[in-house]
């Protein structure tokens, strides 16, 4: 069984960075699909971005191109996302999922979640 943990998450003011992590354990990330997502208060989870386990191929949200960026260690068994010129939008609970491919910058067929941190964006 896959666990996944997440961490990174904080307050920052606008135009800041924040990287998060989500470390495996229980087995290797090597062969799954990692995504984020993310869920602003009252709203839908959505796909923030994804990462392919067959060629490393990334996809972002067009909210997110150009800011974040998305990257698998193997050797670490961890997953992170860094995320640049923050905006008070960004805000919400960031999750890690592990499944099987990327639908764009949508994580498909997923096994696994994170817990979940939080990201606040605010002077």
């Known amino acids: 069984q896959l666990q996944l943990v997440e961490s990174g998450g904080g307050l920052v003011q606008p135009g800041g960075s924040l990287r998060l992590s989500c470390v495996a354990s229980?087995?290797?990330?090597?062969?799954?699909?990692m995504g984020w997502f993310r869920q602003a208060p009252g709203k839908e989870r959505e796909g923030v971005s994804c990462?392919?386990?067959?060629?490393?191929?990334?996809y972002y949200a067009d909210s997110v191109k150009g800011r974040f960026t998305i990257s698998k260690d193997n050797a670490k068994n961890t997953v992170y996302l860094q995320m640049n010129s923050l905006k008070p939008e960004d805000r919400g609970d960031y999750y890690c999922?592990?499944?099987?491919?990327?639908?764009?910058?949508?994580?498909?067929?997923?096994?696994?979640w994170g817990q979940g941190t939080q990201v606040t964006v605010s002077a």
């Open positions: 999922a592990a499944g099987s491919s990327c639908k764009g910058n949508v994580l498909y067929a997923i096994n696994y």
């Open positions: 229980g087995y290797t990330l090597r062969f799954y699909a």
């Open positions: 990462i392919s386990s067959t060629d490393g191929s990334t």
